[in-house]
Structures are given as structure tokens and as C-alpha cells.
């Protein structure tokens, strides 16, 4: 009787663990979603180039960057049009409800 009811306690003591382990992760996430739904949450986005060159900095409560995908046209070896998406060098950047397009330029460095 003592080694099942001890048993059953440890099992819930790991339960309890578990769940306040990770309910403190999840509880923050939502505190911060919620708080970020409504006031806005402080962001700083650094912008690099293929080079690792600092292109832009971009600072506001509410940000969203979006690559812009252009529709590419090539062919297969058997000459049938094959039609697919890549990213161009712009980028969509909504910053507290205003948009902006930029062009991240690619540098090249000769030695």
C-alpha cells in the first residue's frame, strides 16, 4: 500500500513539474502575444546583405518583413515551360501600419 500511494505521489510531483516547467514558457508567451496584440512590442530589425553588410536598421512597436516572390520562366529538356517563384531582392517592410518597399543591394568587394 505505502509503494503504490508512494508511487502515485512521485508521478504526480513529476506531473506538477512538468507542467510548471513549461507553463511559465507557455504563460510568457501568451502575456507577450497579448501585450503585443494591443500596445506593440519594442522591435529592432537589422538588415544584412549576402556579404554581411549592415543594409538597414528598422525600429517600431508593430514590424512585419516579407520577401517578394517574382514568377520565373524557364525550360526543361524537353522544351515544355516550367514555371516557378523565387525571391526577389526586394522587400516588403510594415512598420507600425506604413509600408515600405526596399532593395537590398548586393556589393561586390574586389580585392
Not at 508512494?6 to 512538468?18: D, E, G, K, P, Q
Not at 518583413?65 to 510594415?94: A, F, L, R, W
Request: proline share 2%; charged share 20%.
Amino acid at each position: 500500500m505505502k509503494k503504490k500511494l508512494r508511487l502515485i505521489l512521485l508521478t504526480v510531483m513529476c506531473f506538477c513539474l512538468i507542467g510548471g516547467v513549461t507553463g511559465c514558457a507557455v504563460l510568457d508567451d501568451t502575456i507577450n502575444e497579448i501585450k503585443g496584440n494591443l500596445v506593440g512590442n519594442g522591435y529592432t530589425i537589422r538588415t544584412y546583405d549576402n556579404y554581411g553588410s549592415k543594409v538597414m536598421t528598422t525600429t517600431g512597436d508593430k514590424i512585419n518583413i516579407q520577401g517578394n516572390p517574382v514568377k520565373t520562366t524557364s525550360y526543361s529538356s524537353d522544351g515544355s515551360v516550367v514555371t516557378g517563384y523565387e525571391m526577389s531582392s526586394v522587400i516588403t517592410i510594415n512598420i507600425d501600419g506604413k509600408e515600405s518597399k526596399r532593395k537590398i543591394i548586393r556589393r561586390i568587394v574586389l580585392p
